[in-house]
T-cell receptor, first 112, second 114 residues
Framework: NAGVTQTPKFQVLKTGQSMTLQCAQDMNHNSMYWYRQDPGMGLRLIYYSASEGTTDKGEVPNGYNVSRLNKREFSLRLESAAPSQTSVYFC???????????FGDGTRLSIL | AQSVSQHNHHVILSEAASLELGCNYSYGGTVNLFWYVQYPGQHLQLLLKYFSGDPLVKGIKGFEAEFIKSKFSFNLRKPSVQWSDTAEYFCAVNQGGGTYKYIFGTGTRLKVLA
């Protein structure tokens, strides 16, 4: 089925470790997004990519980097994980600029 | 700073009851407004959206929302809920003009009793 695929679904890291969250969409969308969801705070935009080759900071970009590898893929990297980055991470894509429409299932990340 | 408030964190209804979930935002300029839904075990999906025009917007599965500019509100409604409407509902606001910067509310968990 068409949609947004995120890997991994769960991950536990130690403080200071690095990892990359992968996201791919097969709907030929230009726009892709990374959000984090924390209890009582709703979803907050980390980074977005309006089109292949471009990325921009969202509301909470500190501690993260992203790569828009091609039109399909948009990865999120934590260079040196911190406990404050424990969260559920969602990738999304959209045909309409700025309006996340299709979300992945999320990655539950715990940092000890 | 702009914000979105969903005052009802948990709502429990019986089937066939009417639903209204509140959403208020704090931004004085042009806004685009959205409701998203996340069913248990599923990913978030767009329920309906408002950009301009008729302030009463109809979405999927019988949901509708009304934009009241004077009240800075965009409440979600459904005349008769079903057990399958059990989910978490998120309101979101975008400042318009092509900005990518959404603000999401904290969500309302709806439980519908069969």
């Amino acid at each position: 089925n068409a949609g947004v695929t995120q890997t991994p679904k769960f991950q536990v890291l130690k403080t200071g470790q690095s990892m990359t969250l992968q996201c791919a969409q097969d709907m030929n969308h230009n726009s892709m997004y990374w959000y984090r969801q924390d209890p009582g705070m709703g979803l907050r935009l980390i980074y977005y990519s309006a089109s292949e080759g471009t990325t921009d900071k969202g509301e909470v970009p500190n501690g993260y980097n992203v790569s828009r590898l091609n039109k399909r893929e948009f990865s999120l990297r934590l260079e040196s994980a911190a406990p404050s980055q424990t969260s559920v991470y969602f990738c999304a894509s959209s045909e309409e600029a700025g309006i996340p429409q299709h979300f992945g299932d999320g990655t539950r990340l715990s940092i000890l | 700073a702009q914000s979105v408030s969903q005052h009802n964190h948990h709502v429990i209804l019986s089937e066939a009851a009417s639903l209204e979930l509140g959403c208020n935002y704090s931004y004085g300029g042009t806004v685009n407004l959205f409701w998203y839904v996340q069913y248990p075990g599923q990913h978030l999906q767009l329920l309906l959206k408002y950009f301009s025009g008729d302030p009463l917007v109809k979405g999927i599965k019988g949901f509708e929302a009304e934009f009241i500019k004077s009240k800075f509100s965009f409440n979600l409604r459904k005349p008769s809920v079903q057990w399958s409407d059990t989910a978490e509902y998120f309101c979101a606001v975008n400042q318009g003009g092509g900005t990518y910067k959404y603000i999401f509310g904290t969500g309302t968990r709806l439980k519908v009793l069969a």
